[in-house]
Nanobody
Framework: QVPLVESGGGVVQPGGSLRLSCSAS????????MGWYRQAPGKQRELVAR???????NYVDSVKGRFTISRDNAKNLVYLQMNSLKPEDTAVYYC???????????WGQGIQVTVSS
């Protein structure tokens, strides 16, 4: 069973919006800080946003004010609402879960987001 499954990527014009979703198994989600990372061609993977079990969030500076991470603890889902998208947001986005108990990382398979006119 794949622990994390992303959905919601695609192609959008600059200034547009997308919402990414990540479904996690309950055994992982309930004990994990959830995050979204991205990796653009030729670049290292970077943390985009993260949300703790209690809902505390943090963001990379380049997306502050444009992206919002949230989690639905009843449905084992984490979302990344992306507004005012820019071409530099183009990347493969990965869902991440880090267990607060073991510090083990779990990853989704990645989903493409392309911002282009």
């Amino acid at each position: 069973q794949v622990p994390l499954v992303e959905s919601g990527g695609g192609v959008v014009q600059p200034g547009g919006s997308l919402r990414l979703s990540c479904s996690a198994s309950g055994s992982i989600f309930s004990i994990s800080t959830m995050g979204w990372y991205r990796q653009a061609p030729g670049k290292q993977r970077e943390l985009v946003a993260r949300i703790s079990i209690g809902g505390v969030t943090n963001y990379v500076d380049s997306v502050k004010g444009r992206f919002t991470i949230s989690r639905d603890n009843a449905k084992n889902l984490v979302y990344l609402q992306m507004n005012s998208l820019k071409p530099e947001d183009t990347a493969v986005y990965y869902c991440n879960a880090q267990s607060v108990v073991t510090r083990k990382d779990y990853w989704g398979q990645g989903i493409q987001v392309t911002v282009s006119s």
